[in-house]
């Protein structure tokens, strides 16, 4: 299950960030959730180095793939070293083998999972309120256009797990990019997601839809 916390983590402060398409001086937190709507759907390359602590010193392990964020969810594709996927709803977390097999965890049978789903769900509808009542939100941006954003959990389950989540970006003025997302795990490891290749369009295709088992 701490695997599964710390990924849809990961997906929360992804599709956080991917929400807004503008950025300025004195940008907040609200401002940035107001623009979920403006790019229904994002897509990119990610690579996503973890780095362990052993007895034998520090050990990064090093995946790559694609990703797809739209409101009602998330497609990790992992191309590298092997492939799977991982199709996060709302209401369901589902990961797809190579072989295409299929293994479900459902909200319901999860208060743990169902709290962190419900605050995906918030922040795709623009409900701060219950963002914070999770997570410390302390948003900061830099004269270089840099910007960096931190969440640090409230809920005991999920701090029990990740101690802090980092984002980072750049500005020009008129947009805004997503760099790097860290995961600082209570042990000490730690989780980058590097994001590159942005795309954006407006509807998800037939395919995607069928990923996210939309009609």
């Not at 907040?28 to 990610?46: E, I, M, R, S």
């Amino acid at each position: 299950m701490n695997r599964k916390i710390k990924f849809v983590l990961s997906v929360i402060a992804l599709s956080f960030v991917f929400c807004a398409n503008s950025f300025a001086a004195g940008l907040t937190v609200q401002d940035v959730c107001k623009q979920l709507a403006v790019n229904p759907v994002t897509k990119g390359d990610f690579t996503q180095i973890k780095a362990v602590n052993s007895a034998k010193g520090k050990r990064e392990l090093k995946s790559s793939g694609v990703y797809l964020f739209c409101v009602d969810g998330i497609v990790w594709e992992t191309k590298k070293p092997f492939p799977s996927s991982m199709i996060v709803t709302p209401s369901v977390i589902t990961q797809v083998g190579a072989d295409g097999s299929k293994k479900e965890i459902n909200a319901k049978d999860n208060q743990s999972f169902a709290s962190i789903a419900s605050t995906l769900v918030a922040i795709f509808s623009n409900d701060l309120s219950l963002l914070q009542k999770n997570f410390t939100v302390d948003f900061k941006a830099a004269a270089d256009n840099s910007w960096e954003m931190n969440l640090l959990p409230k809920d005991s389950t999920i701090s029990s797990v990740v101690g802090k989540i980092v984002l980072k970006g750049k500005s020009n003025g008129k947009s805004t990019s997503l760099d790097s997302i860290i995961l600082t795990e209570n042990g000490g490891n730690t989780v980058t997601y590097q994001f590159t290749n942005q795309t954006y369009s407006k509807e998800l295709t037939s395919d995607e839809k069928a990923k996210l088992n939309l009609k």
